[in-house]
């Protein structure tokens, strides 16, 4: 049996259940059958940050996002870099 995928919103109502209808997480997890501590970690991924909790496959946080976009810079910089290091070399042994 594989992993099982749970919607956003599927998990947006366990956290309500839990937070505001004041259901323990025990119960909750019982009614919906769903681990115990994986019900306690989306809680917890919620408090942290209710906007940005559970992006779904492939939608990632902001966050993610521009480190992945700083990534994809430095090694254009970086390949820049080299190509500027190989012409002052090439124009240094022309000039002698």
Known sequence: MGRRLFSREFKLEAVRL??????????????LDVGENVLRRWVKEFSLDPA??????GQLKPEQLEIDRLRREVT?????????KK??????????
């Open 76 to 84: 254009k910089l970086k390949a820049e870099r080299d190509i500027l």
């Open 52 to 57: 940005q909790a559970f992006p779904g496959q």
């Open 18 to 31: 839990v937070r505001e209808r004041g259901v323990s997480v025990v119960q909750a997890s019982r009614d």
């Open 87 to 96: 012409a002052t070399a090439y124009f240094a042994r022309e000039s002698t």
